[in-house]
């Protein structure tokens, strides 16, 4: 499949690297060096300053959509109302009300679009997840997660620290990994209570959040996100009746990623313990990719879709509200 980049950062650089055999034929950015040199990669790859250039192609099957959150929405919608298959990466937008319409033209028409909650496909979560349907843990009680970096000189003076651009902080940067992966293993929450705050930056977004979200069932997932951590963490424990899974470090300064599983025996005590390592490259942009790719030959709805960005959106505004963080209007 033919596919075009719009946003040629960091994620879209990691994106373009992660295509699963599908061919790069157009990128785009308002930095055209940025997108020159993502270009120069790929033979044949057209360059060009605005979106629309892009997602107007008729040679154009998949639209991978990696800008700062203002224009997240748009730029989706407007490759929907063109018949393209969209990856937008995470939050899809700044808001619920600026997603909304994007749902609705993606329910009216034939486009797929995935969200890049790329977290899933970690080789740890892919294994928790297969010991998680297993039955291995029993019923589920409880999660407890945090995730968090430190910052660095300038960080808030930069884009995600402009509530205009970003939507939010701390809470709507890594708060919406921990949020979506609480609701992949727990399910839909039915009480959301949260503090969002900035305790060390001077900007006007939270440099933290706190959250406590409870199922129908009174399961619980116990989430903190930071970027006054100083020492990059991730850490995501889940809890069932029968043991315990722990997922902690993503690679990189977050630490080797690891998976334990705490097999709870018969006559308790300590448990039975596996720990699985991945110190190699992490693959999760490929994994989510290639999953997409099948998606579309199935015509299937994607694991990771813009109800669940929906749903994500919805907890971060009632904490920005309850925190008496107005950013959206």
Wanted: glycine letters at 8%.
């Amino acid at each position: 499949m033919n596919v075009a980049i719009v946003g040629c950062g960091l994620i879209g650089q990691k994106r373009a690297k992660a295509l699963a055999g599908s061919r790069l034929v157009a990128c785009a950015d308002l930095q055209p060096d940025r997108a020159k040199a993502l270009a120069s990669q790929w033979p044949g790859c057209d360059v060009e300053t605005h979106w629309k250039h892009v997602v107007e192609r008729d040679d154009v099957d998949i639209v991978i959509i990696a800008v700062t959150h203002e224009s997240l929405a748009e730029i989706t919608l407007d490759a929907i109302s063109f018949g393209k298959h969209v990856l937008v990466e995470k939050p899809a937008a700044r808001h619920v009300e600026e997603l909304t319409p994007v749902v609705a033209a993606a329910n009216e028409g034939r486009s797929l679009i995935r969200v890049g909650f790329n977290h899933r496909y970690h080789r740890a979560f892919r294994k928790a997840r297969e010991i998680f349907e297993s039955g291995a843990l029993g019923d589920l009680m409880f999660l407890r997660a945090r995730y968090g970096h430190g910052g660095r000189i300038g960080y808030d003076k930069e884009w995600r620290s402009n509530p205009g651009l970003s939507g939010g902080g701390e809470l709507i940067d890594q708060g919406v990994h921990l949020i979506d992966l609480s609701r992949w293993f727990l399910g839909d929450f039915v009480q959301t209570n949260g503090f969002a705050h900035t305790y060390y930056w001077d900007m006007p977004v939270d440099d933290n959040a706190f959250m406590t979200l409870k199922t129908d069932k009174n399961q619980v997932a116990f989430l903190h996100v930071s970027c006054s951590e100083w020492k990059n963490l991730f850490s995501f424990e889940i809890y069932g009746q029968k043991g315990k899974l722990h997922i902690e470090g993503l690679g990189g300064s977050y630490g080797v990623e690891r998976l334990s599983h705490y097999k709870m025996l018969p006559q308790m005590g300590p448990p039975e313990t596996t720990i699985w390592e991945y110190p190699m490259a992490d693959n999760s942009w490929e994994i989510e990719f290639s999953e997409f790719i099948e998606d579309i030959k199935l015509q299937r709805k994607p694991a990771a879709n813009l109800d669940d960005a929906h749903a994500v959106l919805k907890i971060v505004q009632n904490i920005y509200k309850e925190s008496g963080y107005d950013h959206h209007t």
